[in-house]
């Protein structure tokens, strides 16, 4: 599809004037939403890509990163700002699903849709920390190749912190991708923290408000991060609105798909 025929499809764009926000993964930053962010704004949206603590060009060393919520604070710090009037629609990738998760908790009567973009999506009943548990669970050690990650010494083991290795992004995350972005992913990633303890804590979301609003799940059929049965799995236990899928997108759909995921979001748009 040329850049002509984006401009011509989706008219619903044109119609509803929201405000994205978008919000990267593990390891990564606002960068790798660069695709989207033109496609959106070609259709008079405002968006907004944050980089989260000790990603992307956020000053903050992952070692002054104490907690979950130091990690997320620019994202909350950003929407507190926001007009009392202003509702936003939260678009969370891959790990950012969690911290979309505990704004929507946090801000529900500024969120007016919130889109997981094949991330970690939890319900209202048990920690957050189960997805991650689980996500380790169903994924062989092997599989993960190259990444770098650091693990608690004493039972039950949780991974501490994390660094994808060149093998795996090009294997397992970024090979449906242009090798451009490739490279970019090897120049920009930086180490990252799982904060599984903080993710623990009981009645961290409630259905009054993370469950009030309302969500839709983007499914990547060749994403090998993660896979369908896992996927699945989520979404059986924290029913959405809506599910959408993309074929032949890998784990990094904005990069690898960005006009389709884009479609997507401008329909999210003229919806809610």
């Given at each position: ?17 929201k405000h994205f926000v ?135 083991n949780l991974p501490i ?45 409630t259905e009054a408000k ?63």
């Open positions: 599809m040329s850049c002509e025929d984006f401009r011509e499809s989706n008219d619903t764009g044109m119609k509803n004037k978008l919000v990267h993964g593990a390891c990564h930053g606002a960068w790798c939403w660069y695709k989207i962010l033109p496609l959106l704004k070609l259709k008079g949206h405002h968006v907004t890509a944050l980089d989260l603590g000790a990603s992307g060009i956020n000053p903050k060393q992952l070692s002054e990163l104490k907690s979950f919520s130091d990690y997320v604070q620019p994202l909350m710090e950003f929407i507190s700002s926001l007009p009392q009037d202003e509702s936003i629609i939260l678009v969370g990738h891959s790990y950012g699903g969690l911290g979309l998760a505990l704004a929507m908790e946090k801000f529900p009567e500024k969120i007016s849709a919130a889109v997981f973009v094949t991330a970690y999506m939890p319900n209202f009943i048990d920690p957050p920390v189960t997805l991650v548990e689980e996500f380790f669970r169903r994924t062989p050690p092997e599989s993960l190749l190259d990444c770098e990650i650091t693990v608690q010494e004493e039972p039950p912190s994390a660094t994808f290795g060149p093998l795996y992004l090009e294997t397992t995350m970024y090979q449906n991708s242009q090798s451009e972005d490739l490279e970019l992913a090897k120049v920009l990633l930086r180490p990252f923290k799982f904060f599984m303890e903080d993710l623990a804590e009981q009645s961290l979301l993370y469950g009030s609003v309302q969500r839709v799940f983007v499914v990547c059929k060749e994403d090998e991060v993660m896979k369908q049965d896992f996927v699945q799995w989520m979404i059986d236990n924290s029913p959405t609105e809506q599910v959408k899928l993309i074929d032949g997108a890998d784990h990094m759909v904005m990069l690898s798909k960005p006009k389709d995921l884009c479609k997507i979001l401008l329909k999210v748009a003229h919806n809610y």
